[in-house]
């Protein structure tokens, strides 16, 4: 499917805590359908700007719009999750009571859209985007398993099948490898590579080997700007990159 424009677009946008500039004139724009990483030293802004997408932190100034009909700055938390954008934070909040299964289905509930025309038809609709959700997290054999066994990286996926039950337009994802290991780091690579293009993927991680086997374009964090920004090669030799990395 052909697509067109940003699905994401930040202009001069910038927060202060206590009169440190947190972002500072911050320029970002995401295509629709684009994985894009984003790294940058501790500090450099990340989680902040994370958080003006979401709707978490306000801007003292600048634009942030979602496709070119919404104006993120005019909405709440609520309503710019209704949108379509969805957050994975770093650390996995699956109900580990509960099976995969049940988790997609409460995940599914939770979006409130749907709530009132919860009808029997509907209740098809759901498995069948569940069974959809479960092959593309890799987690179909363990459908009827308490999520409270699985492993840490099984945990994170179900987190992002999770969020994709309600079909989000932008996942933003904090370091989704964290803590694992190199097969379920690969597993995660193949997952959010896959989802892109389906949906726009803004990935926050640390680790540069992670980032070189899924990103196109990496975004440069420093002191609350974009430093750099291009492929993993092109940032990576950028003497002002390796300076700030160096210097960290
Ligand atoms: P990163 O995620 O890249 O490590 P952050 O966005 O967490 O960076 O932080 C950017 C800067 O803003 C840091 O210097 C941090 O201390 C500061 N900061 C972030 N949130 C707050 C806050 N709520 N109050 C004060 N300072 C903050």
């Known amino acids: 499917d052909v697509r067109h424009g940003p699905i994401l677009y930040l202009e001069d946008v910038t927060v202060s805590f206590d009169g440190f500039k947190a972002i500072n004139d911050l320029n970002l724009t995401i295509d629709d359908g684009e994985l894009r990483c984003i790294i940058g030293p501790n500090g450099a802004g990340k989680t902040t700007m994370m958080d003006i997408i979401t709707g978490k932190t306000r ?66 609709e759901i498995r069948d985007r569940i069974d959809e959700v479960l092959k593309t997290i890799g987690l179909a054999e363990l459908r009827v398993r308490q999520a409270g066994i699985l492993s840490h990286g099984q945990k994170q996926w179900l987190e992002i099948g999770m969020l994709l ?30 989802l892109a293009g389906k949906q726009s993927v803004v990935v926050v991680e640390h680790d540069m080997g992670f980032v070189r086997s899924i990103a196109r374009k990496v975004t440069v964090l420093h002191q609350g700007s974009v430093l750099a920004e291009g492929s993993m090669d092109q940032v990576s030799s950028d003497p002002r990159v390796v300076e700030v990395y160096l210097g960290a």
């Open 165 to 194: 039950m309600q079909r989000p337009r932008l996942l933003l994802v904090d370091e989704p490898v964290a803590g694992m290991t190199e097969q379920e780091m690969e597993r995660t690579a193949e997952l959010l590579t896959g």
């Open 59 to 124: 801007p003292d100034s600048g634009k942030v719009w979602f496709g070119s009909r919404h104006d993120l700055l005019a909405m709440n938390e609520p309503q710019i999750a209704s949108l379509g954008i969805g957050r994975k934070f770093q650390k996995p909040t699956v109900f580990e009571a509960l099976t995969v299964f049940e988790n997609l289905e409460l995940a599914m509930a939770a979006d409130k859209r749907i709530l009132p025309t919860l009808t029997a038809r509907m209740n098809g």
